[in-house]
T-cell receptor, first 112, second 115 residues
Framework: GENVEQHPSTLSVQEGDSAVIKCTYS??????FPWYKQELGKRPQLIIDIRSNVGEKKDQRIAVTLNKTAKHFSLHITETQPEDSAVYFCAAQGGGADGLTFGKGTHLIIQP | DAGVIQSPRHEVTEMGQEVTLRCKPISGHNSLFWYRQTMMRGLELLIY????????DSGMPEDRFSAKMPNASFSTLKIQPSEPRDSAVYFC?????????????FGPGTRLTVT
């Protein structure tokens, strides 16, 4: 089955700086890669996703890149703000299976 | 739309008791997923349904767990008998279409504590 590795587990950045979270996956048949944000005690919420036919996608301060050859994808948040503080999860889906395989999460801390 | 609805939001039970978690997906969504979240294991897929039919239950931990989807608007996850290691947050999610590359919308979760 699919295996998703996520790094780092904790990331602390100064407000206004950029944050980068990286994930790798094992199944070359995976073709959909969503990123979820989860605040304490809340449900995971989709913030951006990318499909295997594109290499990069951007939505305001958030961008995701995908390298299919290396089986690697990353989340980039620019101009970080206090409300960006949360746990972020990457996930992979595909190969005939609809369920998501999640990384272990990154606790992003925005320092004022 | 009210989003995915789960009940109860919190459940505290004693070891050995039966627990039933309930989920109402977003109207019109064809796929439903059950996930479990713990500190140790993170978010794990337990089982999912397409058009009310169970497709993959390989994530169900053991025979004590069972899930049903009798119609398009209701699903249950049952644990019988429950054990302390089942303590976790259980999320239900639904998706508007079967097949991959479709967004999954999560419910608020049920926090289960087994003492």
């Amino acid at each position: 089955g699919e295996n998703v590795e996520q790094h780092p587990s904790t990331l602390s950045v100064q407000e206004g700086d950029s944050a980068v979270i990286k994930c790798t996956y094992s199944d070359s048949a995976s073709n959909y890669f969503p990123w979820y944000k989860q605040e304490l005690g809340k449900r995971p919420q989709l913030i951006i996703d990318i499909r295997s036919n594109v290499g990069e996608k951007k939505d305001q301060r958030i961008a995701v890149t995908l390298n299919k050859t290396a089986k690697h994808f990353s989340l980039h948040i620019t101009e970080t703000q206090p409300e960006d503080s949360a746990v972020y999860f990457c996930a992979a889906q595909g190969g005939g299976a609809d369920g998501l395989t999640f990384g272990k999460g990154t606790h992003l801390i925005i320092q004022p | 739309d009210a989003g995915v609805i789960q009940s109860p939001r919190h459940e505290v039970t004693e070891m050995g008791q039966e627990v039933t978690l309930r989920c109402k997906p977003i109207s019109g969504h064809n796929s439903l997923f059950w996930y479990r979240q713990t500190m140790m294991r993170g978010l794990e897929l337990l089982i999912y349904f397409n058009n009310n039919v169970p497709i993959d239950d390989s994530g169900m931990p053991e025979d004590r767990f069972s899930a049903k989807m009798p119609n398009a608007s209701f699903s249950t996850l049952k644990i019988q008998p429950s054990e302390p290691r089942d303590s976790a947050v259980y999320f239900c999610a639904s998706s508007p279409q079967t097949g991959s590359m479709a967004e999954q919308y999560f419910g608020p979760g049920t926090r289960l504590t087994v003492t």
